[in-house]
C-alpha cells in the first residue's frame, strides 16, 4: 500500500552547512589518472552511443553511479522537483487528487478515496482500476509509471479513466490537483477502567509536528485530566531531528545520561553532540509507545529515549534499524538542487549505535513484544477478470478470504488458498449477515462487501493488538 | 530460465569491432572485425575509426577540449559534479577514498544511459565476456537454475570436472571454498564459483535426503561448449536437417558449414535452423550464414546498420545478399522469446528477404548492436558500447522500448508445452508435501509432471488431492522408489530427471514437430 505520495524515510538533521564553503578539489596523481579515465569514457559514450546521450544526463548518471556506491539508501541527490516533493511530506498537506492506492498485478487500484477530496468529488471509488490518464491509455504500463502520470502540480488538471467492476465500459473523470490535508498527528481520549487515557499517533516528524503535539497533550492534560499516555509511532519513517529532540523534552527530565547522541564526520574526525534532557519534574503519569518494524529514525529515537532515558514501556515489535541521520548540502554549483547526505549516526542513551546493516544492535526492541495480527495484515480482494472465487479452487486470494472470514467471525477456516468445504460455509455465512444473495461464491459484489467489513475492523481500534495491549497497561 | 555458470553477462550482444578495440597501441584499428565491416560499405566505418582515435587523443591532452561549443555546459556540469564529489568526501560517515568515486561515476554514466547493452568491462570481465563467443569456456561443467534465489544444479556436463568430483543433478550449492553461502543471493555464488583456468574450487552442496553438506574440490578447466550442434531427424519417412546454433561466435560459421554440408550428402528434405535461447554473437558471423541461403536482390537487403557518426545516425549500410539460386529444400527458423540480437537479425532475413517460416513466439527485441573501445587512459579494461541500431529488410527498426517494432513475430504462432517452462522441483530443509497440502510452487508442478509423463489427468492448480496421490503412487511404483504417496526429496529428483529426459525428446517439443510437420507435408 502506497499513499500517491512517497514518503521517504529520512532523519533529517537541520544543521544546514555555509552555502558557500570553498570547493576546491585538488587531483593527487592517482585522482588524475582516475578523473581523465572518467572524462575518457564519457567522451567517447557522448560521441558514439546510438541514444546520443545529453551532457547534462550524462553527468547527472555520473553523480547518481557515486551517489549509489556508497550504498546507503539515506543519500540522495534532489532536483529541485523532488526536493519540494521531499519537503512537501514533512508539512500538514500534499499536493494531489486524495487516494490511497495498492499495487494489484501491476495495476494501480484506489484503496481508499479520501474524503472531500477532488476524486471523491469526481466520483472515483475503492475498487477502482486506473486504466487511462490523461487520454493516454495505461493498461500496459507498469504500476509505477501509471503513478507517476497521476503525480502533479497543484491545480493542474489531471483526467483518470478507470475500470470498475461491473461497469463495461471505461469511467473517465476530470479532477484537479489540490493541497490534501495529511496530519501529521491524530488523537483521541479513551475511559479505560474509569481512567482517561490520551492517545497520540505521529506519522510523520514533520515542520509544524511539535507545535500540534503539544497543544494536543495540553489540551487532553487540562481538558481531559488524562491518567496516562499512548504515543502511537507505528508506520513513522521519521522526520526532523529537531522535533523529535523538542517532543523527547516534554516527558524526559535531567539526567546523567543523553536523551540522545550524534556523531556527525567532517574529513575523518568526529564531531559528538549530547542532547540533555532540560524538565525537572516527570508527568505524573506513565506513557507507553508503540512501535512497529516501520518505526525507522527519528521514531527510534523517541522510543530508546523513552525506554532508556525514562524508563517507560515500549509496547510492539522491534523496529526498522536506521542509525544514520542526513544533513542537507546545497551550492551555487548545484543550482537549486539538494544533496542529502548520510553525515553521521545518532546513539541511544546507553550510546548504542542502532542500524540494521552495521550498527551495534539491527532495531529498537519492545520491552512489551505485541505480533500483528493476520487480519491488519490481508490484501484487499480485487477480482479483476470479474472470475468469482470458489469451491474447490486454488488462488492466492481465497487466503485473503480465509484470514478476513476468520477475523470476522464466520469461522476458523484453513488460511492455505485452498477453497474447501467450509470456507464456503463461512462465505454463505458473510453473504446472509450482509444481506448479499447467497451462493456460497465470493464475486465481486461480496468482495467489495469483505474489504468494506475488514477496513471497519480494523478502524475499530478495539481490535488492534498494540492499541489493546496499551491501554491495557493502564489497567492494573 | 537457464544458466550456464560461466555466462555471466546476460549481455546479449551483436559484436562490431569498431578500431580501438583492444587494440591501444594500433590507433588505426586494423583487425579483422573492422575489415569485415568496411567490406561492406566503403569508407564510412573507416572514417568512423579515425574520427574516434582522434577525440580519444584529444581526451588524453585535456578531456575537455571536444571543441563543439558546449564547453560551457562542460564546464559548469564539472563543477557540479566536482562540489558533490567533495561534499561525499568529506562528509559522508563512512569515509571513502576517491579513487572508488571515479570508477563509481563511470558505472553512473553507464547505468544512466538506461542500456542494459552498454557494458564498462574490467580486463577479466572482457576475458569471460570474449569465451562466451568462443567453442568453450572456463569453468567446473555444470549448468544451474535459480530457484528461490539458491542455485540448483540441473545438469552436470558429462566430462567435466563437476562429474568427476561426484557432484549431482539436484543439489544446492552452499559452501564455496569453505565460505557459507546460504544467506547470499544466487548471483554472489555464481561470482564465486566463477574463476580461472586450472585454479582449485572447493564446493559444497546440500543433496535431498542427505543430512551433512558433502564438499568437492575440482580444478576448473575449458569446457566445450559448441556453439552449433546438428543431426537428423527421421519423421515420417523422410530426412529433416536440424542444425541448432547457441551463439554467433568466432567459429561459429565454420562448423556451421561443416554441419549444413554434412546434411546435405545425406539428402536431407527439409532444414530446421533453431535459434531459441540465442542471444547473438557477432555481425559477420550472421551476415556469412545468411550468405547460404538467401538470393542475390537489388532492391532489398539482408539487414542494415546505422551508426553514431560526428554525433549524428549515418545512413543505412545495406548488407546484401549473393546466391544465384536458393537452396532445393526449405528452411525453417525456430525463435522464441530469448533469441536476440544476430539471432533476430537471422530470423527477420529468412522471413522477410528469402520468404521462408519462422516458427515460436515473438523475439526479444534489440535491436542495437556493440562495438569495443580500449582508449589508453581505461588501460586493460574495454568498453562496449552500443553504437548503432540494425534494421530488417523493409527498414524497421526492431527494438523492445522504443523500436518501431518490438519484436520479430513469427509466420507460425507456437509456444512451448508447459513442461518446457516448469522450474525443477525443489524441496528447501526436506520438507515434504502429502494429501489435502496445497502449493502452487511446488504441488502444481509437480501435478503437470505427472499429467504429462502419462500417470493420470489430474488436477493441476496445486492441491493435492486423492487423484494426485493416486497418481504419484504409480509414479513412486514405477521407479522403485518408496511408495507412501509423498512428495520426498527422492520423488523430487526422480520427477526432475524424468522432466530432462521429456524434454530431450523431439518429439514433445512443439515448435520442432510444428517445423517437422510443415517441411514433411507441405
Redesign the interface.
Known sequence: MKRLLILPIMLVALFILSACEDINLTPNGANQEEQARFETVMEILKGYHYSEPSEEDLWQGAIQGMIDSLEDPYSVYFTEEQYQRFRDSLGETFVGVGVTVENVEDNVVIQKVWSDSPAERAGLRAGDVVTHVDGEDYRDESYLDTLLAVQGEEGSEVELGVDRSGVDEILFMTMTREQIENPTVTSFVEVIDGKPIGFISINTFGDQTYDIFKDTLETMENDDAIEGLVVDLRNNGGGRLDTVLNLLDLFLIESDKPMFATESFHEGSIDRTEYDASGDERKPYEIVTIINEYSASASEVFAAGMKQHGGYEVIGMPSYGKGTMQTPFSHPNMNEDELHLSNGIWLTPNDVWVNHIDGDQSSVYPTISVERSAAFETFNIYLLDETPLRYDTVDERNAQLQIKLNALGYGDVRTDSYFDEATRDAVEAFQQGQGLSVSGEVDSETAIALNEAILDYRNDHTNDPKITAAFDFFLD | MMKKLLLVFTVLSLLVS?GACGTAEDPNGNNDDNDILNGENGNDATDNDN??DN??D???DN??D?GNG?DD??D?????????????Q???????A????????????????D?PF?S?FDASEYERFQQSLGESFVGVGITVENIDNRPVITKVWSGSPAESAGLQTGDTITHVDGTDYRDKTYFDILGVVIGDEGTDVEIGVKRPGVEDTIFATMTREQIDNPSVESQIIEYDDESVGYIKVNTFGDQTFNLFTDALNDLEEANIDGLIIDMRNNSGGRLTTVTQMLRLFLVENDELPMFST???IN?E?SEPNRYMASRSAPRDYDIMTLVNQYSASASEVFASAMKQHGGYDVIGQPTYGKG?MQ?G?S?E???EDS?H?????WLTPDGTWVNRGDGDQEHVYPTIDVSPSELFTLRHLYLPGDITYEY???S?ATV?PMQIMLNAFGYGEIRH???FDSATQTALEAFQSDHDLEVNGTLDSSTAQKLNESLIEYREDFLNDLKVVTALDELTNP
Open positions: 569498431l574520427d574516434n577525440d580519444n584529444n581526451d588524453n578531456g575537455t571536444n558546449t555546459v562542460f559548469s556540469e564539472l563543477e557540479r559534479f566536482t562540489t558533490v564529489l567533495e561534499y561525499l568529506t562528509y559522508h560517515y563512512k569515509d571513502i576517491t579513487e572508488a568515486f571515479f570508477q563509481a561515476a563511470i558505472e553512473g554514466l553507464f547505468r544512466g544511459l542500456d552498454s564498462y546505422q551508426q553514431i554525433g545516425m542495437t562495438g573501445f582508449p587512459p581505461v588501460g568498453l558500447i552500443s553504437v548503432g541500431k489435502d497440502d496445497v502452487i502444481k492448480d496445486g492441491y
